[in-house]
Nanobody, 115 residues
């Protein structure tokens, strides 16, 4: 079955940076739209960013200008570069692979932004 494994979550001070990685396996990676979602305590899971199979990207308004999503099809990796982090970015971040009705999730990685 499809596996998505996130890494890179950590505790960071406001204004700091983190790079999240998602390693995919058992998937025809290049044809999937890959995304990052996050869920803060007591809140619904929300889309942070996605990158299509053709490389088109979309970021949520709340992270536009601070976060960047990228992918490496050869390595089956997707990345989320997060700069100028704010306390409100604190959440569990999930990697997602989507193709039509197929939707796969990773287990999540914790990002905490606090001084």
């Amino acid at each position: 079955q499809v596996q998505l494994v996130e890494s890179g979550g950590d505790l960071v001070q406001p204004g700091g940076s983190l790079r999240l990685s998602c390693a995919a396996s058992r998937i025809l990676f290049s044809i999937y739209t890959m995304g990052w979602y996050r869920q803060a305590p007591g809140k619904q899971r929300e889309l942070v960013a996605y990158i299509s199979s053709s490389g088109t990207t979309k970021l949520a308004d709340s992270v536009e200008g601070r976060f960047t999503i990228s992918r490496d099809n050869a390595q089956k990796m997707v990345y989320l570069q997060m700069n100028s982090l704010k306390p409100e970015d604190t959440a569990v971040y999930y990697c997602n692979a989507q193709l039509g009705s197929y939707n796969h999730w990773g287990q999540g990685t914790q990002v905490t932004v606090s001084s």
